[in-house]
């Protein structure tokens, strides 16, 4: 097999096919988020505070650090893993599959001048999931098996045409189109990644689509802004000034900023004979943690007697991961998942904690740590964001 392998390489010039479904090669002209400040300037600065625009091996500590751990421990070449997780983390991408032959090739580092490491060091995909991963979009194949996502639903527009919520816009520097997933309810939009993130296993770990329960708020009034009168381009295109729209901010609000935690949960405790009751209530259409694995909701209890501490306790709502052999690991690696303790779309969860003897009442507060303290121990994170403790909110309860 090697051998065939390797006398094929050779006779075929060491030229690695690219998958019919890449994006278009892009052009200077549109390539990047720079070319569309001279107007749309504060979407591009909102933009590029956002998560969306850290969506590069490059930019994000946490996704560096797991696409080198899945590396050493699969042995794919670290290219092979970049490709495979841009399906969704950089979809403009010119390849979307790497096969035996380029990971022989980079075993033998002979891969240096390939398709696949041109596409992987390619300024296009340096910008994450940019202006053009979402406005170049023609279609979204929702008929697929669940498992295809990111790359594989899409359909691009030809270079140079811009999809958007308006039927009506008109640009001096690029066509527009309006499509339904701007318009109407960009949950289609959302979903062809934010759904079915799987491990090599075929572990479902995470999964907004599936939890998601229908109500009149759009992941974009939470996640960007409720619309408002704004303008979509500060070019004076009506009557020498910029045509006033309502619009969106391109904030992409979540799990990283604080002001969205803050009571995005709410809890409440009764006593039960010798039992508090702690029931959490999350009034978002979809679970809390929603999205990545190994998220932590945090909740700790100090049991107090007047002024005087009794006791405290810690719990920690998270999930652990194991590989096939029964170690730890991250999720992308994960053979099996230990219990979902997220908080449920639009309903709660209830936990019973004993009370000790002596305490008359019990502080309560609960918040959140983007990276549970195992995968964040694997991976050695070194940022502060990862291990932050954010407040959620807080109550007193009386026996
Ligand atoms: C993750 C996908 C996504 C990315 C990335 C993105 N947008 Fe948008 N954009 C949207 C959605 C969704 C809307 C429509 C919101 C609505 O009207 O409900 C929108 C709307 C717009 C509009 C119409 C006016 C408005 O604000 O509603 C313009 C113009 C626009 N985007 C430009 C940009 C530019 C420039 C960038 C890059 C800096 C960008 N977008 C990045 C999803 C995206
Ligand atoms: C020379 C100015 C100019 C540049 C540069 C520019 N645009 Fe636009 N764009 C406009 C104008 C003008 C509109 C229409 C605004 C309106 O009708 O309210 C527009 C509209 C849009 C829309 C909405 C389309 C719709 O049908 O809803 C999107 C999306 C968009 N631009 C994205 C981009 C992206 C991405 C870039 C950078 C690659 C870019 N634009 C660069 C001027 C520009
Ligand atoms: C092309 C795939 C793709 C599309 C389309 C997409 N996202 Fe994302 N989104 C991602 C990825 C990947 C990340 C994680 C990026 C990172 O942290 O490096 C992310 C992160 C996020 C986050 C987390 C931000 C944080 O601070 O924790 C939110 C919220 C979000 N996206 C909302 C949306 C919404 C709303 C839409 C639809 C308008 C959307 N996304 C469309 C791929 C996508
Ligand atoms: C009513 C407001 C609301 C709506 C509507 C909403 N979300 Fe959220 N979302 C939140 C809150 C609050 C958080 C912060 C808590 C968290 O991260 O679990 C959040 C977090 C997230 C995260 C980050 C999770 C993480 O741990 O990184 C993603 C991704 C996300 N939402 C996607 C979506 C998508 C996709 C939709 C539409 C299908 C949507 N949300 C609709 C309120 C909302
Ligand atoms: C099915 C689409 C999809 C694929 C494929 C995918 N991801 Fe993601 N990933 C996402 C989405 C969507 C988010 C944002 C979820 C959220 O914030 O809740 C995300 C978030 C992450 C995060 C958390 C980032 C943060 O800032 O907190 C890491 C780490 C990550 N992915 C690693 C990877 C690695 C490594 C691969 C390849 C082995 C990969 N992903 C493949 C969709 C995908």
Redesign the pocket.
């Given at each position: 097999m090697f051998k065939i392998g390797i006398s094929l390489l050779l006779f075929m010039g060491i030229s690695f096919a690219a998958s019919p479904e890449a994006a278009p090669v892009l052009n200077e002209k549109y390539q990047d988020s720079s070319n569309c400040k001279s107007c749309h300037m504060p979407i591009v600065r909102a933009w590029q505070k956002?998560?969306?625009a850290?969506?590069h091996y490059d930019s994000?500590e946490y996704?560096r650090a797991s696409m080198e751990y899945v590396h050493r421990k699969t042995r794919k070449s670290i290219n092979g893993v970049k490709v495979q997780c841009a399906v969704?983390?950089n979809?403009r991408i010119a390849v979307t599959e790497t096969g035996t032959d380029y990971e022989i090739a980079a075993v033998m580092n002979l891969d240096k001048n390939s398709a696949i490491n041109k596409a992987v060091e390619n300024d296009d995909i340096a910008e994450?999931?940019n202006c053009l991963?979402?406005h170049n979009v023609d279609s979204i194949d929702e008929n697929l098996p669940a498992s295809k996502r990111?790359i594989h639903r899409i359909k691009w527009n030809p270079i140079g045409t811009m999809s958007g919520p308006f039927a009506d816009a008109k640009s001096p520097y690029h066509k527009t189109q309006q499509r339904d997933f701007f318009s109407k309810d960009?949950k289609t939009?959302?979903f062809?990644?934010?759904a079915n993130d799987r491990s090599v296993a075929g572990l479902v770990f995470a999964n907004t689509e599936k939890e998601y329960k229908e109500t009149e708020k759009q992941?974009?009034d939470c996640?960007?802004s409720p619309k408002r009168e704004g303008v979509a381009s500060t070019l004076p295109i009506e009557n020498g000034r910029a045509k006033k729209r309502m619009v969106r901010e391109h904030g992409?609000?979540?799990?990283?900023?604080a002001s969205m935690w803050e009571e995005a949960l709410t809890i409440t405790g009764t006593q039960k004979g010798s039992k508090l009751l702690l029931t959490i209530t999350n009034d978002n259409p979809h679970n809390i943690p929603t999205?990545f694995g190994a998220r932590e909701i945090i909740v700790d209890i100090t049991y107090m007697s007047g002024s005087a501490t009794v006791e405290q306790k810690q719990l920690s709502l998270t999930q652990h991961y194991t590989d096939k052999r029964g170690n730890v690991t991250i999720p992308h690696l994960a053979v099996k998942a230990t219990e979902d303790f997220s908080i449920p779309a639009n309903s709660n969860r209830s936990f019973a904690v004993g009370i000790p003897k002596g305490a008359g009442n019990a502080l309560v507060t609960v918040s959140y740590r983007l990276v549970n303290n195992e995968v964040r121990e694997l991976l050695e994170l070194k940022e502060k964001e990862w291990s932050d403790k954010k407040f959620i909110t807080k109550a007193n309860i009386r026996f």
């Amino acid at each position: 097999m090697f051998k065939i392998g390797i006398s094929l390489l050779l006779f075929m010039g060491i030229s690695f096919a690219a998958s019919p479904e890449a994006a278009p090669v892009l052009n200077e002209k549109y390539q990047d988020s720079s070319n569309c400040k001279s107007c749309h300037m504060p979407i591009v600065r909102a933009w590029q505070k956002s998560y969306h625009a850290k969506s590069h091996y490059d930019s994000n500590e946490y996704l560096r650090a797991s696409m080198e751990y899945v590396h050493r421990k699969t042995r794919k070449s670290i290219n092979g893993v970049k490709v495979q997780c841009a399906v969704c983390h950089n979809p403009r991408i010119a390849v979307t599959e790497t096969g035996t032959d380029y990971e022989i090739a980079a075993v033998m580092n002979l891969d240096k001048n390939s398709a696949i490491n041109k596409a992987v060091e390619n300024d296009d995909i340096a910008e994450g999931i940019n202006c053009l991963v979402c406005h170049n979009v023609d279609s979204i194949d929702e008929n697929l098996p669940a498992s295809k996502r990111g790359i594989h639903r899409i359909k691009w527009n030809p270079i140079g045409t811009m999809s958007g919520p308006f039927a009506d816009a008109k640009s001096p520097y690029h066509k527009t189109q309006q499509r339904d997933f701007f318009s109407k309810d960009p949950k289609t939009l959302c979903f062809t990644c934010h759904a079915n993130d799987r491990s090599v296993a075929g572990l479902v770990f995470a999964n907004t689509e599936k939890e998601y329960k229908e109500t009149e708020k759009q992941c974009a009034d939470c996640h960007m802004s409720p619309k408002r009168e704004g303008v979509a381009s500060t070019l004076p295109i009506e009557n020498g000034r910029a045509k006033k729209r309502m619009v969106r901010e391109h904030g992409f609000i979540g799990a990283h900023t604080a002001s969205m935690w803050e009571e995005a949960l709410t809890i409440t405790g009764t006593q039960k004979g010798s039992k508090l009751l702690l029931t959490i209530t999350n009034d978002n259409p979809h679970n809390i943690p929603t999205g990545f694995g190994a998220r932590e909701i945090i909740v700790d209890i100090t049991y107090m007697s007047g002024s005087a501490t009794v006791e405290q306790k810690q719990l920690s709502l998270t999930q652990h991961y194991t590989d096939k052999r029964g170690n730890v690991t991250i999720p992308h690696l994960a053979v099996k998942a230990t219990e979902d303790f997220s908080i449920p779309a639009n309903s709660n969860r209830s936990f019973a904690v004993g009370i000790p003897k002596g305490a008359g009442n019990a502080l309560v507060t609960v918040s959140y740590r983007l990276v549970n303290n195992e995968v964040r121990e694997l991976l050695e994170l070194k940022e502060k964001e990862w291990s932050d403790k954010k407040f959620i909110t807080k109550a007193n309860i009386r026996f």
